[in-house]
């Protein structure tokens, strides 16, 4: 459990580690900024059952953990154009764990699957408005938004089914890149108070993930910690390079987070380290644990954090929250030559 005090320094209670074996790195499920301090746990909370008691009530009273809201509003995109690496995941719990810190959050799910609205419990039958009739240009941004059960401050433009058509009947249209990018009205942001857009993509790097990415100026790639990881990965970085060249010239990757971390194997700690090598910084110190609460959550369309807030899935989410808010844009003031260093090892 992390604090803010007053001087702005960390303070982290033993309470989010209790599950982890003492040969684990401590920041799975609880990386913590620089300058933290252990603080003594009490007695209660070192019963696993206290501490999970604790870490709910830190979730439902939050008190004065607030965190900075960012200079103008970020957007970003969570792009992996393989499957199931935690895109979706990532989208919803970040994005709750910012909104539980009174930050605003727009979750754009442009993912004909929905799960990312299905998991924040907004409708998304067939016929509501939704980001297929923003990019068709039917209904404007605001018609379409809508305002998760969980936080009145998580907002949703969810994605139907009718969006599975949209990569077909996009091609056709007068600038198809840019969709998504001329929808996304800086008024309607202004007006709701927006901190941070986080666009959800669908596993592949057609028009629908282009639109992200010309929309977005920062990328967020979740990296799955298991064997396969890293394929694919150098088609990502060559589009966001292509479409930073021709459509999009402040697109970079700020943020990259390793999921579903499995601190009992040895690979996983080995696609960590890879990973850092070729990334450095950008990758944020926490990482997420596979958790099974992490995959029941969506089930009950929850977030983990909603569903378990007591659990280390929905810890580690928090803390990766605060982190990714705490550091800002890492790579702003960052020369070109400092990124493909970062991006090539
Ligand atoms: N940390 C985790 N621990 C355990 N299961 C997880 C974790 N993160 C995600 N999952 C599960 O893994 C599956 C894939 O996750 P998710 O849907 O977030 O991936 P995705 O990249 O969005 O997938 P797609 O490419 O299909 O959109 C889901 O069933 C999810 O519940
Ligand atoms: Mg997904």
């Known amino acids: 459990m992390a604090r803010e005090t007053n001087g ?6 033993e309470v989010s580690r209790e ?17 933290m301090v252990l603080r003594p746990s009490n007695a209660y909370e070192d019963t696993p059952i206290g501490a999970a008691a604790a870490r709910a009530t830190q979730y439902q009273h939050p008190g004065d953990a607030s965190l900075p809201h960012p200079d103008r509003c970020r957007i970003l995109t969570i792009a992996n154009q393989k499957g199931g690496v935690g895109k979706t995941t990532t989208t919803v719990n970040l ?10 959050v727009l979750v754009i799910d442009l993912d004909p699957q929905g799960n990312a609205s299905t998991a924040l419990g907004v409708p998304h039958q067939s016929g509501t408005p939704s980001i297929y009739e923003v990019l068709l240009g039917e209904s404007p941004l605001d018609e379409a938004i809508q305002t998760s059960t969980h936080s009145a401050n998580l907002l949703c433009v969810p994605a139907t089914i009718d969006l599975a058509g949209a990569e077909i009947e996009l091609v056709s249209m007068v600038a198809r890149e840019g969709r998504l990018k001329g929808a996304l009205s800086v008024a309607v942001l202004d007006r709701l108070g927006v901190d941070f857009v986080l666009i959800d993509c669908p596993p592949s790097l057609g028009l629908l993930t282009v639109n992200a990415l010309v929309a977005a100026p920062e990328v967020l790639i979740p990296i799955q910690c298991e064997y396969y990881a890293l394929e694919g990965l150098g088609q990502l970085l060559r589009n966001i390079e292509l479409v930073q060249a021709h459509l999009n010239p402040e697109l970079h990757v700020s943020t990259i987070l390793l999921t579903m971390y499995d601190g009992r194997t040895k690979l996983a700690d080995q696609v960590a380290n890879e990973v850092r090598g070729h990334f450095g910084e950008v990758v944020l110190r926490t990482m997420i644990p596979r958790s099974v609460k992490v995959s029941e959550a969506p089930g009950y369309g929850q977030t983990v954090l909603a569903y378990d807030p007591g659990s280390r899935g929905a810890m580690s989410y928090l803390d990766a929250g605060r982190e990714f808010a705490m550091r800002g844009d890492v790579t702003v003031g960052r020369s070109d030559s400092d990124d493909e260093q970062g991006a090539q090892g």
């Open 19 to 35: 599950t982890l074996r003492p040969d684990q790195d401590s920041s799975v499920g609880g990386a913590h900024g620089a300058g």
């Open 8 to 13: 702005g320094r960390t303070e982290v209670s």
């Open 95 to 104: 994005a709750a764990a910012l909104a539980l810190h009174d930050l605003t």
